[in-house]
C-alpha cells in the first residue's frame, strides 16, 4: 500500500511561515523525486516545488522562488516544502506527490499528472 501524508498547513499572517511535512510509506517510501502542488478554489494545480531523492536537484516555480524552500530527509522518507514570507496568494490546499520508478526526466517533475501517487493535501490560508 502506497500512501504520502501532508501536515503543517495552518492560517498565518501575510509575511509569516509555515512548515510542510509529506512522510511517504509503503510503496511509495523510496521515490525517484517529490514534489510539491497546490489548488485553491475555481484554479487549476499549479505546480510548487520538487526535489530528487538521489542528488536531492531541485525545481521551484516562478511564483515561489526564493521564498520557498524544499528539502527531503531520506532516512524519514520525508520531504519538507519551508514556506517563508506568505503572500495572501499562496492561500490554496497543497499536495505533495511521488514520482517512483521508472523515473521521471527533470522537466516533467513540474507536471502533476506524469506523477504516480498523491496525498490528501493540506491547507494553507494566508490572511491577516
Known amino acids: 500500500q502506497a ?3 501532508e501536515s503543517g498547513g495552518g492560517l498565518v499572517q501575510p509575511g509569516g511561515s509555515l512548515r510542510l511535512s509529506c512522510a ?3 510503496r511509495t517510501s523510496s521515490p ?4 510539491w502542488f497546490r489548488q485553491s478554489p475555481g484554479k487549476e494545480r499549479e505546480f510548487v516545488a520538487a526535489i530528487r531523492r538521489s542528488g536531492g536537484t531541485t525545481i521551484y516555480a516562478d511564483a515561489v522562488k526564493g521564498r520557498f524552500t524544499i528539502s527531503r ?24 506527490a511521488a514520482d517512483t520508478p521508472p523515473c521521471l ?3 516533467q517533475l513540474r507536471v502533476g499528472d506524469d ?8 491547507q494553507v490560508t494566508v490572511s491577516s
Request: aromatic share 14%; with cysteine.
Open 3 to 5: 500512501q504520502l501524508v
Open 73 to 96: 530527509d531520506n532516512a524519514k522518507n520525508t520531504v519538507y516544502l519551508q514556506m517563508n514570507s506568505l503572500k495572501s496568494e499562496d492561500t490554496a490546499r497543497y499536495y505533495c
Open 105 to 107: 526526466i527533470l522537466s
Open 32 to 35: 525517484c523525486g517529490m514534489g
Open 24 to 26: 511517504a510509506s509503503g
Open 115 to 122: 506523477y504516480d501517487y498523491w496525498g490528501q493535501g493540506t
